[in-house]
Structures are given as structure tokens and as C-alpha cells.
């Protein structure tokens, strides 16, 4: 039986799997030695997304504040809407937005900003249609491994976008008319 610990579930489950299937055997006898951390080589043979990690995955989005379902920001011409706001250190790997706005050119009105470690000048400042790709102002559905625009006009962005200390990220309304739903 294969050095089981109880005090972390989730790889205290997968020893006791891998006992079970006759795969605990697969690790060589000097894997623990390697993985530092007892236990954690013993799984050298999954894959690196698959292994117990040290990070906390987080997300933050629009939502209603009241509890209600009105979960977009609302933007007003002018208005700054912050879109996210981090202290310590941290990785962005995913942005996606979906846009319903009146103006026709609302990808070149709308101004997405982006701040790394309390710098007071944002290191990002481009219209949000330029960040995703649509430089012309217009929806286009493509994909690629960074970007992508989706038929139902959702924006994705996986860029990987580290910071040591802080990211603030918002997005302004440069147009005449608001912006009625920024998700």
C-alpha cells in the first residue's frame, strides 16, 4: 500500500485510486525523493494539470449587488467602470466580455484600461475592439490561441498577465450614448 496522506483528501483519494488499480506501482521507488513534498512524486506520471497545485484559482465578474439578476455594468457616457481589482500577487489567464450597447461603434468608444502594480499610468490603454482583435470597429467571429470573438459576440482574451503586487483593470465610456449591459 502505497504512503497515503490523510491530511489532503483530494490526494489522499487518488493514492488510495491508484492502489486499488494496481497503478500505484508505476512510480519508481526514488519519485518521492524527487517531487519534494511526500507524496507528490508519487504522481510523476499525470499530467502537470493534473497533480495537486499551490495556487487558489479565483474569478471576479459583474453582478448585481442588490441579489437581484441584473448581473452587467451599466456605463454612462464619461463614466469609468472598474472591471477588476487584485492586491498581491496573481496571473490573469482569461477576460471575457459581452457587450449590448446603441452606438454602432461602441468597440472603438469603449477605452479598456489596465494598471500593474499600483503604477498610477495604465501599462494597457487601447479600445477594447483593438485588444480583441477588431481593429475596424467591427463584430468578426475568429478564433486563435490567444483571442477570439464568438458568434454571440463574446470577447476572450487568454493572454497570461502576471503582477507582483496589484491589477486594476476598467473600461471607459468615451461615446454619447450608455452603455446598457457590460458583462
Not at 511526500?38 to 506520471?45: I, L, T, V
Request: aromatic share 12%; glycine share 10%.
Amino acid at each position: 500500500m502505497p504512503d497515503i496522506d490523510l491530511r489532503n483528501p483530494r490526494r489522499g483519494f487518488l493514492q488510495r485510486l491508484l492502489a486499488v488499480t494496481g497503478m500505484a506501482a508505476a512510480a519508481p521507488a526514488s519519485a518521492s525523493a524527487q517531487g519534494g513534498r511526500r507524496g507528490q512524486g508519487d504522481f510523476h506520471f499525470l499530467p502537470k494539470y493534473a497533480r495537486a497545485q499551490e495556487y487558489k484559482s479565483l474569478k471576479q465578474s459583474s453582478y448585481d449587488r442588490t441579489g437581484g439578476n441584473a448581473d452587467r455594468f451599466q456605463i454612462q457616457p464619461g463614466g469609468v467602470q472598474e472591471l477588476f481589482n487584485d492586491s498581491g500577487p496573481g496571473v490573469i489567464t482569461h477576460i471575457w466580455f459581452t457587450i449590448s450597447a446603441q452606438g454602432m461603434h461602441h468597440l472603438k468608444e469603449l477605452v479598456l484600461r489596465m494598471y500593474w502594480d499600483g503604477a498610477a499610468k495604465p501599462s494597457v490603454e487601447v479600445p477594447v475592439g483593438d485588444f480583441f482583435g477588431l481593429n475596424l470597429g467591427e463584430y468578426v467571429i475568429y478564433e486563435n490561441e490567444y483571442l477570439a470573438c464568438s458568434p454571440g459576440r463574446s470577447l476572450n482574451c487568454y493572454f497570461a498577465m502576471p503582477y507582483r503586487s496589484a491589477a486594476r483593470m476598467t473600461v471607459t465610456n468615451e461615446a454619447k450614448t450608455p452603455i446598457g449591459a457590460y458583462y
